[in-house]
């Protein structure tokens, strides 16, 4: 199947619901929203489907979830018939899965690619969005949804010089499709957040010379990839059910069980027994299956930080460059916890360097590379992978304009208000997948449950005559606040002083709020249905 639009009809013209976006949450949307019958169009920006995996193609790109859990659980047959290669999919194959799921329930035929929804204008007395896209079409419709991601607009710092450098460089989420050829050049990659960790070893064996700028450094655990096994691979296939529910079940929408066991109450023989355990089976296992008060006890995520601290120092042979990868001072888990693959054994090759950019930060990109305040660097090619305008910036570079031409970035000037990331008061029918306040949980889970959470709403107000929904603003401000509450009972909000964008601390003269919802994801589905249950308790239907 062709990436090229599918769909060339409807130039101009009414429908019951726009979609923007194509990625996890947009395609079941669709999938939804052509069961229920509606009337609707999608637009996406990206030149096919995939969302995030059609945008992120730089080297090592990979889930940081099992491939079990990472994907969709609406149709049986689609888990049976679909068959995951690695522990951890990479992206061609997270792309593969999207693009089966787009033909298999024909699913682009509804989107017109290559376009962005650039301004959504609420029209009161009609009440329809008047949706403009990129190729100058107004489409207008009854219900605008977002399905736009949460990490999905890229943050390029504004480094003074970029436009005069006369190598090439790209932002990591924009990487080309044809590719880059890295092969014997002088690369710098900036950022050692999820995605740096993942293109540093990739890349370090075909440049001549790497050299890493960290600013920040990560508390890295192994995701400990490989190759599934064929028993593996039946899994999702043959406890579809329970693994569903499983998933449901979690804080994090994982398939863990609580471990039942805190690292301060056990010796500690059995502390280090327990976390070499939860390393060997990697990634998310460490921080999810070794104790549960790692996120809610200083001292054992102290523990946890020590342990880590002591694997870079055993694999990291030059002991300044193992000093200057050990992250001190903040808690494990308040920056995104990443998972590598041979990421501080890469530091060990010759050809790769870190350069410290915590007190002698990048000041400017010049013609053949980079100046921090103290010194000036050589490269054909410098790779930023310096993140994400995260969960709000996806929505708000959209220019919404609710009721009276409100617009919604004016709104979340200081932090996002949304009940339960649906809904925000003043943009009636504005629906959000994922949207800002929901949980930052594996996504896929989060995308199908908030999705049949919007397209069970819109059947309710069809089934009971409503013709608008909205947040009360009540109840956007107890949910704002109770969002920062939860994160500030564990040990996540200390994440803003390293400037995590679970707070909006990554961005230049971004409001520090928390914007994901860190209360478990399986309180918030439940939050939801009860909202719903109750005929949609803090929104107004009108
Ligand atoms: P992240 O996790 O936001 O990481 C961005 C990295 O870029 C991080 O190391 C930053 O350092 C660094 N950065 C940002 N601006 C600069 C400047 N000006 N100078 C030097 N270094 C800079 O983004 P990722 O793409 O890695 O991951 C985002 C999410 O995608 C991840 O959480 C997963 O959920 C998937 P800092 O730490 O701010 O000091």
Same mark, same amino acid.
Request: some cysteine; glycine content about 2%.
């Given at each position: 199947m062709s990436d090229q639009n599918q769909n060339e009809k409807d130039t101009s013209s009414t429908v019951d619901a726009v979609v923007i976006g194509a990625g996890f949450s947009g395609l079941y949307l669709a999938h939804k929203l052509q069961e229920l019958g509606l009337n609707f169009r999608g637009f996406e920006a990206g030149p096919g489907v995939g969302g995030t995996w059609q945008w992120n193609r730089y080297p090592?790109? /990979?889930?940081? %979830?099992l491939s079990k859990i990472y994907a969709y659980t609406f149709s049986k047959e689609l888990t049976a018939e679909w068959t995951w290669t690695e522990r951890y999919p990479s992206q061609a194959e997270v792309l593969a899965y999207l693009e089966h799921v787009a033909d298999r329930f024909d699913l682009r035929q509804h989107f017109t690619f290559n376009t962005a929804v650039e301004r959504a204008d609420y029209d009161e007395e009609s009440n +329809?969005?008047? $949706?403009? %896209?990129?190729n100058g079409e107004v489409t207008r419709s009854r219900f605008l949804l977002t399905a736009v991601g949460l990490l999905s607009a890229p943050n390029l710092p504004p480094f003074k010089g970029i436009e005069q450098f006369r190598g090439k460089w790209a932002h990591s989420a924009r990487w080309p499709k044809e590719g880059i050829d890295l092969t014997g050049k002088k690369v710098a990659v900036v950022g050692t957040g999820s995605t740096g960790i993942q293109i540093i070893p990739a890349i370090a064996d075909s440049v001549a010379e790497l050299t890493v700028f960290q600013r920040t450094p *990560?508390?890295? $655990?192994?995701? @400990? *990839? /490989?190759?599934?096994?064929?028993? +593996? @691979? +039946?899994?999702?296939?043959?406890h579809f059910e329970s693994l569903k529910r499983q998933v449901r079940e979690h804080p994090f929408a994982m398939a863990f069980e609580a471990p039942g066991r805190n690292a301060i109450d056990v010796s500690e023989d059995e502390r280090q027994k327990v976390f070499e355990e939860a390393w060997d089976k990697g990634g998310f296992h460490f921080l999810f299956e070794s104790f549960?008060?790692?996120?809610? *006890? /200083? +001292?054992? *995520?102290?523990?946890?930080?020590?342990?880590? /601290? %002591?694997k870079i120092a055993d694999v990291v042979e030059d002991s300044a460059t193992a000093e200057l990868l050990s992250p001190r001072g903040y808690p494990y888990g308040s920056k995104r916890p990443p998972a590598g693959t041979n990421y501080y054994e890469t530091f060990n090759k010759p050809n790769v360097h870190i350069v410290d950019v915590s007190s002698d930060p990048i000041v400017e990109i010049t013609p053949t590379g980079l100046r921090t305040t103290s010194e000036s660097f050589d490269f054909d090619t410098i790779i930023f992978a310096t993140g994400f305008d995260a969960s709000t910036g996806s929505v708000t570079r959209i220019d919404i304009r609710g009721r009276s031409g409100e617009s919604l970035a004016e709104k979340w000037k200081h932090g996002p208000l949304t009940n339960l990331g649906y809904s925000t008061a003043g943009f009636p029918n504005l629906l959000m997948a994922t949207g800002p306040l929901s949980p930052f949980a594996n996504i896929p889970t989060c995308s199908e449950e908030t999705v049949d959470w919007i397209v069970d709403c819109i059947k309710y107000m069809q089934e009971n005559g409503h013709a608008t929904i909205e947040s009360t603003p009540n109840a956007e401000a107890e949910w704002a606040e109770h969002v920062s509450d939860v994160a500030h009972q564990s040990l996540t909000a200390e994440g803003e002083k390293v400037n995590t964008w679970f707070a909006g601390a990554n961005i230049e003269g971004k409001a520090h709020a928390i914007n994901v919802y860190f209360g478990g994801a399986n309180d918030y589905f439940a939050r939801g249905r009860a909202s719903a249950d109750a005929g949609y308790k803090g929104f107004t239907l009108t």
């Open positions: 090592g790109a /990979r889930t940081d %979830s +329809e969005w008047l $949706v403009q %896209s990129a *990560n508390y890295v $655990v192994p995701a @400990q *990839n /490989r190759l599934l096994t064929t028993e +593996e @691979q +039946e899994e999702p296939k043959k549960d008060d790692l996120s809610v *006890n /200083r +001292e054992s *995520n102290e523990y946890a930080c020590d342990f880590i /601290r %002591s």
